[in-house]
């Protein structure tokens, strides 16, 4: 690589390609200066924020601490962490992020209110999670998942941890359906050796030399779940929370 050339991203799995364009347009919107990440995984989706924002992440799963950390080195940019999110903040944040972790957790609400501590006043908070209880699958079993979410349930965990509800949107119509399903298949085959919520990070990823390809595959199916974002159609949500500041509050 020559020098001063910036790296290329890590490859995205296909269902995180798809979530993609909700995250980024409400990063968009959100326009963040710091972002701390619960469950950083391999680091892909922290490699992009690192690269805009002032990152640091937390992985408590030691081999997916390690691709992400290496990863960021080679950007130069933001920090990943080898433990779970504190509970006592040494600093605040505009955005707390995290993506396909919050369905791992036995109490989502407590959880949830522990990451809120780390924001700003009227900071927010964007996660994604798997939807629709009545779809969970071999999938959700083999990588350790206690539940899955519909609408008001996750409405309602947004509310009990203080934070208000500014959208959430569905994607996954119609390439998602696909892909869980083949997931499922894969799963039934390996449940024996199930990952459980520390491997799940690992779980599906495709091969680096692929990662292009599959950005590039999937762009048309990006574009063909827009029209279902306000819909029950899809696999998951992607939602979006904030803080209010003190003045706000009731």
Known sequence: MTTGTTPRSPALSPSASLRL???????????????????????????????????RGYEPDPTSFATASARLAELGRGEVRNEMVPLEPDRTFDLV????????????????????????????????????????????EMAGHCRRYDRAGLAEVFRSAGLETLSIESWGM???????????????????????????????????????????????AALLQKPFRGSERGIGYVAVGRLPSPSNRG
């Open 174 to 220: 119609p390439l998602g359906y696909l892909l869980e399903a083949g997931r499922n298949v894969l799963a039934r085959r390996r449940l024996d050796g199930a990952v459980g919520t520390a491997g799940s990070g690992r779980f599906f990823q495709p091969p680096a030399s692929l990662g292009r390809s599959v950005e590039i595959l999937l762009r048309p």
């Open 21 to 55: 364009p909700s995250i980024e347009r409400w990063l968009d919107r959100i326009e963040p200066t710091s972002v701390l990440e619960a469950g950083s995984g391999m680091g892909a989706m922290a490699f992009r924020l690192a690269g805009r924002f002032d990152y």
């Open 97 to 140: 992020v995290a993506f396909e972790v919050l369905e791992h957790i036995e109490d989502d609400r407590g959880t949830l209110a522990a990451w809120s501590r780390w924001l700003q006043p009227g900071g927010h908070v964007m996660i994604s999670v798997p939807a629709h209880p009545e779809r969970y699958g071999p999938c959700d």
